[in-house]
């Protein structure tokens, strides 16, 4: 079965909540040249991959679901696209953290952690933490949200506890078919700190290294049928 590379660029900062749904299908064929009447189509099972772009549980959008006090109201319109993919996908923007006071204003965010049951209720499978807020709560932040994703279930690319950890794929297989994600943050045009990069011995997120991203790709292909890769670039509020 040929590997296939499919590429999101999550655009930097205008996106709450948009949604593309991608459906990925392989077939094979046996014909006959003796009687092309009776040639016959083997169809494997279709897989719905949705994806998202950044999704924001701080700021305007926190006061909101405090104010509801239901943290699945974010994703109430878009739960039927969400909920019924067979992997969906998204850029998480906000850290969590479970230290100080919500944030409700600013430039550095924080979701509370009470709002991942928002994410489990729209039924995320898979989150990018390479985005230029990921440091935002610093390496508290970052372990925290590790850990509290992991322990709701749900998988995460593009940071971990090192530089190995944060630029390692995510095998997820559904209908027979394996999925490989990952995930870059471009340090450059996000204007991202180089203190969120991870490093050897420290928690971070995966910067986008040209030689990098080439390496991963060809080592992830050899472990999935379809390489899925995530960009966090552009210049905020402008592309």
């Not at 709450?16 to 299908?25: A, G, Q, R, V, Y």
């Not at 049951?117 to 970052?142: C, P, T, V, W």
């Not at 060809?218 to 899925?228: I, P």
Request: net charge neutral; with cysteine.
């Amino acid at each position: 079965m040929k590997s296939q590379t499919l590429f999101f660029a999550v655009i930097f900062g205008a996106i709450f909540l948009t949604s593309c749904s991608l459906p990925i299908s392989q077939s094979t064929s046996s014909p006959s040249n003796k009687n092309p009447s009776t040639t016959t189509t083997k169809s494997e099972p279709n897989n719905l991959l949705v994806a998202v772009g950044d999704i924001m549980l701080s700021r305007q959008v926190g006061i909101k679901i405090r104010s509801l006090q239901n943290p699945k109201a974010p994703f109430l319109k878009t739960a039927s696209i969400l909920q019924n993919a067979d992997i969906t996908f998204g850029n998480l923007e906000s850290p969590f953290y479970d230290q100080g006071p919500p944030v409700t204003e600013g430039m550095t965010f924080k979701a509370e952690p009470s709002t991942i049951e928002g994410l489990k209720y729209a039924g995320f499978d898979i989150l990018s933490l390479a985005n230029n807020h990921f440091g935002n709560q610093g390496r508290a932040g970052m372990n925290y949200t590790f850990d509290l994703l992991t322990k709701n279930n749900i998988a995460y690319i593009g940071a971990g506890e090192n530089s190995i950890a944060a630029r390692q794929p995510k095998i997820i297989e559904k209908n027979g078919i394996k999925f490989a994600f990952l995930a870059y943050c471009d340090m450059a045009s996000t204007i991202t700190p180089d203190s969120y990069k991870a490093t050897s011995d420290r928690a971070g997120l995966n910067p986008l290294v040209e030689e990098n991203l080439v390496e991963d790709i060809q080592a992830a292909k050899k472990l999935a049928d379809v390489v899925v890769v995530s960009f966090h670039w552009g210049t905020e509020y402008k592309t």
